[in-house]
């Protein structure tokens, strides 16, 4: 249903899946196609006051606006200075900017991953994203570490699938990684 000029939470959530049903996994135009999807929605002035809270992975603000047991979407704050060390996390994750500036790189692994504990990243992407644009992570090249720019940083973040149960925290300085559970971001990172 939709409610006067605004979507409601079901019209964006079908119009998500649309994108992904038409896109795939196509990076580029699946990342259009989403930005359309929620565009009307992310327009809503009640925007803030949807969705019910969710433990975040990195963050304590973060709410679920919508989840079916594969695709979420949901509404997170960022606090400045929090830099989200690289990660990566088995599946495409969308982060659409909603108020303030987020950074965003994107890392490349260059070795085989034949030594536990060694990884060597190559950043093939380091961009500041501002409101109305999104940033976008896929398998292969889903390694990515993100920092909000200023105090009210949110975003919108369309995930396409559920987390591996464990995920890699990148140190690309050192060329290291650890293994953590999802949910648990490792203190070392
Ligand atoms: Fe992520």
Same mark, same amino acid.
């Given at each position: 249903?939709?409610?006067?000029?605004?979507?409601?939470? &079901?019209?964006?959530?079908?119009?998500?899946?649309?994108?992904?049903?038409?896109?795939?996994?196509?990076?580029?135009?699946?990342?259009?196609?989403?930005?359309?999807?929620?565009?009307?929605?992310?327009?809503?002035?009640?925007?803030?006051?949807?969705?019910?809270?969710?433990?975040?992975?990195?963050?304590?603000?973060?709410?679920?606006?919508?989840?079916?047991?594969?695709?979420?979407?949901?509404?997170?704050?960022?606090?400045?200075?929090?830099?989200?060390?690289?990660?990566?996390?088995?599946?495409?994750?969308?982060?659409?900017?909603?108020?303030? &500036?987020?950074?965003?790189?994107?890392?490349?692994?260059?070795?085989?991953?034949?030594?536990?504990?060694?990884?060597?990243?190559?950043?093939?992407?380091?961009?500041?994203?501002?409101?109305?644009?999104?940033?976008?992570?896929?398998?292969?090249?889903?390694?990515?570490?993100?920092?909000?720019?200023?105090?009210?940083?949110?975003?919108?973040?369309?995930?396409?699938?559920?987390?591996?149960?464990? &995920?890699?925290?990148?140190?690309?300085?050192?060329?290291?990684?650890?293994?953590?559970?999802?949910?648990?971001?490792?203190?070392?990172?």
């Amino acid at each position: 249903m939709t409610t006067s000029e605004h979507p409601s939470i &079901r019209d964006m959530a079908q119009a998500v899946i649309s994108a992904i049903g038409r896109e795939g996994d196509n990076l580029e135009p699946l990342r259009s196609g989403l930005l359309e999807a929620v565009k009307p929605f992310i327009a809503r002035p009640d925007l803030f006051s949807l969705g019910v809270k969710r433990p975040g992975n990195h963050i304590d603000n973060s709410k679920y606006v919508y989840y079916d047991g594969e695709l979420s979407i949901t509404i997170d704050q960022l606090p400045q200075g929090l830099v989200v060390p690289p990660h990566d996390h088995g599946v495409w994750e969308a982060l659409c900017l909603l108020k303030g &500036r987020l950074r965003h790189v994107v890392y490349d692994r260059l070795d085989d991953g034949s030594v536990d504990g060694h990884a060597e990243l190559k950043t093939i992407e380091d961009k500041i994203y501002t409101p109305g644009e999104m940033a976008m992570v896929m398998p292969p090249a889903e390694i990515h570490s993100f920092e909000a720019l200023e105090p009210e940083t949110f975003i919108c973040t369309i995930v396409g699938g559920n987390y591996k149960p464990t &995920r890699h925290y990148y140190n690309a300085d050192k060329n290291t990684y650890v293994v953590a559970q999802a949910g648990k971001q490792p203190k070392a990172a």
